[in-house]
């Protein structure tokens, strides 16, 4: 088939042929986006939860629904393929993962059985609960890395344009070092074999080289490096955030900028889940649990922003737990106990029990963040800004562009994206101007 | 003293002199928000809560305290009367209420001593639970809300300016009927003793025939019928919409906009609450509580626009229920149990528990209102102008000009509000524009 | 076949031939019982729930399984029949229940399509929500009765011995009158159609005529009047209590022996419900419901008893709720929340909120029952002692012998229940003796 | 003053003088008890927990207090001292435990200024988190515990009786060894300064050794090893279990038989606590939160008995969390998420929340267990029995004499000590018969 999509002139590139979906780790999130693209496909459900396809965008006087009034890629022409520690087809893996409901998978058996992930790069050090069966051998990391680049371009024979997105688990808690500043750097620590390159990293990396897409539905330190951004730009490849945000976070970012317009104060948030999915095992390690709560604790400062407001939120005392919890399987539940205070300081509580399911609220964002990146790609004004600010909607762990601040509040994230969705509309060229911003800070 | 203060240009009338704060009902709310004032002043506790108060207002590049960017009358210069039907004075009717602690009342005995409300305008046939004590007799509604405005003009003598706010019980459901169309025919059923006229009607009626702006706490029908809309315009009293947005319609309101943004369906909402205060024995009574029961039902209505999305807010079930429930006092407990949907329409439920305090959620409310209402009357675009839509942040149900759409989004009514403000100070008398309209409906 | 077992000597008569279960109201508890019998049979389930089938007993130094201590019919041998006013077979009732899941369902879809439930006796007088399809109709109430008489005789053709267990709606609610105090009043009241004679009562006293045990796992009066336990002596047909303990009760006669236990005082204990099978719609009626409420709201004053300790449990404010919540079916969730109070009389409290599920929590339990009222009238000592309070373990609403106290506590309940197994089995003439009373009253 | 009571021939001793209470740790609980005991002295408020001053027992007919029914000591003749490592005075103490309300305390502050714990035996080394500031110093651990035995010599002097109830802080986890053996070993281990000796083990040694009760309300370790029971016997002074059964743990021990009783299944209990005192802070050390998890785990697996249950309670995943929360300071919440499943397996789902107050539950505990080891210690047939077992009921972590099995199941605790008690009065010299050992295994 022919070359990517690009923008040639002023336009957004229409979305025509193929939309190759490539996701590293294969389990229970990719199964379930995957065999529910089928599902809708086929007019046996509705992909619920996801913005692209369910929600409406107000253009001037009118409603339209987002699928109609911005061009994305059709359900109908996205190709699914990737990589995964286990071996075995989707339909296996969708078993094993017990998300969906056997006779609902039982229906779509045939699709799911045809799509069999390729070998993937992995190493135990950074994820120390699993072990992996279909691996990938190489000289060094950069030998690997080349390998998933050589897979991507095969694919690319089938494809029109590609994304990739990370669906692996959890890896351990990396901090930033000199090899992950500048694109050099790092690939110079590929042929090295640096322990800070983690194999999301070369993921990211592959990926990005070949002018792919690349989104984190977990909380590692990947494409958030200076490296990747700089090769992002460079390619026309856009990136965004990391870490889903799914559950108990996006309850706690939803409740924590209510009470704040309230000027209601915070002595304490307690949140503890429980889970009994390979994700909850992987971050039964403390290593990789380190990752995700780094990742889930910085979201109340940002909101609540104590700085400037002293009395009411200097002195939170906040916690995050994850309990791996076998009976529970893929249905994690997410409990909040939280202490306010309101007039005259008088203690309240507030508590919240989210029985939710992971994979179920993960695969719709996945969906829209495919769409989204392939069309920030074939838009002009947003294919070389590297991080695309606008998609922090869908993060728990949202990125920026030249260190800004990011936004957490779920509905400032919502209001951003409408707004860049219509600027983009209006004028594809023109750099997006953060017309909320006066708003957010109210 | 002399007269209420008047905008006479075009700038906002300073904030001079006493503003006497009139309150029908000085039970658990009028108490705890005058005991509160009085512990601010003298230091012994903040005033959490409060926007007022407590928040901050962007103004340009810089972020100012909301009192110090807006003229608002100063807790200082608050002045406090009423009108109760049991009688006692304020440090009995606080011991009642059994808000706030013993041992912080006793601190302000002497001042709460001092504060004896009038007898007050009651009819049990509207609040069938309780027996006033002191009560106002007369030989017509009329007669009594002519003894209220002589009330009123001896308050003006002490006083600058004057707002007076509905802290009672909530009264029976009441209909529109033609009485309530327009002021003539609503000045004549007075005469006539119409049954459709109840007495927070004649309070609101006198507040307003003597200029004085008006607002509800509770959800009785009140100053939302044509007749009071058409008499706040004419007197320049501003008048706003009812039932303080305190305890579960709260989080109601933070909670539904976020399954939204998400495009997550909704099966189902059960809402419970118990409570034990004077206001739980009240709605006790069916007829008080259907007239609650209809403020918190359209909520979700509103909010989730089914119509627009049929996929995921056709077939909600709502439920909501208030139970009296002595052991708990003023703790108000609201659980609410949700059923919710996802990718390919799997359930998930989320469960809120909010062990909250009725008064003192309301009181810094009731103080808002007091400030903002006066400032209004002060604005020269707003002292005519009727209903406060901007105002709309503190109320389950949101008062509208021109039969427009309540927003009962709680951000969206932050963001309103914060707007006015700042659209007043640039320009006190342009008319106000709905500049976050686009974001509203984004 | 030949005719009902019955203890020739001084032994416990074996069980042999078939039992024959007749089942009034053949919904949710019916088909999920029937439908659960046959799994079991088949080995494709465990009977979990059922202490018949699952649990052992002491023997002396040994522990045996109870269905091999005890001579009881076996699962193999049990037969069921019914009438319905919904007409249908039960495959056909069992998707309409939505208990069971569908897959589950269709591998015994030929069993329950052949069983078609009789036409009814039912009059909407006594259950406002329901229209019944097939329905006997008749002269009078006797006329009707002697209908049901019909089809238990023609039942018997097929089986060895029977028992009927009323699996029905719960009736509105009705007082004792003089119609109900002995057997010829009450043979006359269905002669003369008096209105305090339900449905329910109809089927009781056919059952109890033909000499068959009669169990009701619905609140309403129907076999606890003295007419009824008159006839059940005289016929040597046993009955026992009613309304079956399911989920918020029985966690209630949990917790409530373990406050008392601990001297833990009450000041309340609020209890909802939200339901949306049948039994939730029927008790949307409030004269239903009220039926209800009397059977749950008694469990607390007999298991706290007041009058001994007036200073823990005097002023105890107990409210019960249940509500229709269609979005939920047959899944029930009940919340209780528990004010409590320790030592100096510091207060706490306590939530439970239990996701049950109504039906498989009951079916276990008609199981039981219909295992326990065949042996009770294989036993010489219990054949003719009517009221078998040793069954008060299944029952919200335990009766009992000579107006006694019913046992609550779910605990001293089942030590009842075990140690009447023990001395049936040790001496089946001898009267049984309340060997744990003293324990009861520790 | 005279000896200490000694039963001369075969009746149980008076309760006559003064029964000294000496406590190793006076933080939260103990100041709490002895507050508590002043208060109901002088009529303030009720001695509410308390089985001893609260409930009732049987007499044959009648039904008595069990304070007339038992030769109880007085709560008049209670003399209190103890050890603490902090300091100061116990009004200090109960100010800084924040349990009590400061004005309660304000009415006895005299009486808690004038008891001022004696320095502590301490070492860091077995309690992490803490820093001791009045420690005693020795040559070697024999020497302190000589110092704790001077101690209570000197208290001899101004009491008749004494018992000995440790609420110090939970120690880290320690296994029994060889020097825990026997007396000969652990005499001399205090010589060598085993490592496997802790502070609380000399507090216990010294008190045995002075024919002093001892109790232990942590799980530490301490009297629960062979020397320590030889030694028990030996001088007649009779110990207990540990760690008393205050939370979370209460309620399982009487969910978990209930659901046991009923035949229901469990996959799951996931049990976590928040809570902010010292104890909490404590806990927050990894070792000293594993001797506290040893303690609640086991309690399920002694109830549920899965070796008899396997197709019910094989297969439990049990986890235990705690958690240091400063906010909520005393007031521990305690949340237990709990998967059970019922007839042909199907799932539900319990949740329970316990907003309770640990010291509140302890306090009243720590009384009764004073006055039983007195009466005890004067009962011919337990004095010299070492481990009393009556008193399971009393801990999460109950000690059994001979190996035997431990009661867990509250409700079969307390029927055991009512028996006890019984029978004691009535033959204070026969051994103890497990009466009620049918019924537990029923």
Redesign the interface.
């Known amino acids: 088939m022919s070359g990517t999509a690009s923008p040639h002139d002023n336009q957004i590139a229409p979305a025509q042929g193929k939309l190759g979906v490539m996701i590293p780790g294969m389990g229970a999130v990719a199964t379930?986006l995957i065999a529910?693209v089928v599902?809708?496909r086929r007019g046996l459900?509705?992909?619920?939860?996801?913005?692209t396809?369910?929600?409406?965008?107000?253009m001037g006087e009118t409603?339209v629904p987002v699928k109609e009034a911005v061009p994305l890629a059709a359900l109908d022409d996205l190709v699914f393929t990737g990589w995964d520690i286990f071996g075995g087809n989707l339909y296996d893996a969708a078993r094993t993962a017990q998300v969906?409901d056997?006779?609902?998978l039982e229906s779509i058996k045939p699709f799911l059985e045809s799509i069999e992930p390729m070998p993937a790069v992995f190493d135990q050090h950074y994820v120390k609960r699993l072990n992996g069966k279909t691996v990938k051998t190489g000289r060094n990391k950069c030998d690997l890395a080349n390998q998933i680049r050589n897979d991507i371009a095969a694919f690319k024979q089938k494809t029109d344009r590609q994304v990739m997105i990370w669906c692996g688990s959890t890896e351990i808690f990396l901090k930033e070092t000199d090899v992950h500043q500048t694109l050099a750097a790092f690939e110079r620590g590929m042929v090295d074999n640096d322990p800070s390159i983690s194999p999301s990293m070369l993921y990211a990396w592959a990926a990005l080289k070949e002018g792919v897409p690349f989104a984190n539905g977990a909380p590692n330190l990947t494409a958030d490096i200076p490296a990747l951004r700089e090769l992002s730009q460079q390619m026309g490849a856009p990136i965004c955030g990391k870490d889903f945000k799914t559950g108990q976070t996006?309850?706690k970012t939803?409740?924590a900028?209510?009470l704040k317009?309230?000027?209601?104060?915070l002595?304490?948030w307690?949140s503890?889940n429980?889970l009994g999915n390979r994700d909850g095992e992987v971050l039964d390690d403390p290593e990789s649990f380190k990752t995700k709560e780094e990742s889930k604790l910085g979201v109340l400062e940002y909101i609540l922003e104590p700085e400037?407001?002293p009395?009411?939120y200097r002195d939170i005392?906040h916690?995050v737990?994850i309990?791996y919890?076998?009976?529970?399987g893929d249905n994690k539940?997410g409990?909040d106990?939280i202490?306010l205070?309101?007039?005259?300081?008088?203690p309240?509580?507030?508590?919240?029990?989210?029985?939710?399911?992971d994979s179920?609220?993960a695969?719709?964002l996945a969906l829209d963040l495919c769409l989204f990146l392939d069309l920030a790609q074939r838009t002009p004004s947003l294919k070389h800004a590297g991080v695309q600010d606008w998609l922090s909607?869908y993060f728990k762990a949202p990125d920026v562009k030249d260190s800004g601040r990011p936004e957490h509040d779920?509905?400032l994230q919502?209001?951003k994206l409408?707004?860049t969705l219509r600027q983009i509309l209006a004028n594809p060229t023109a750099a997006i101007v953060e017309e909320?911003a006066?708003?957010a800070?109210?």
């Open positions: 379930t529910g599902a809708v459900a509705q992909p619920v939860g996801s913005l396809q369910m929600d409406t965008l107000k409603t969906l056997p006779w609902q996006l309850i939803v409740l900028p209510a317009a309230r000027s209601l104060g002595n304490g307690y503890t429980i400037k407001h009395e009411l005392f916690k737990r309990n919890y076998p009976p529970r539940e409990w106990s202490d205070f309101g007039w005259l300081g008088y309240m509580q507030l508590k919240v029990d989210f029985l939710c399911r179920i609220l695969a719709p909607f779920l509905f919502a209001a409408k707004s909320e006066e708003f800070e109210a």
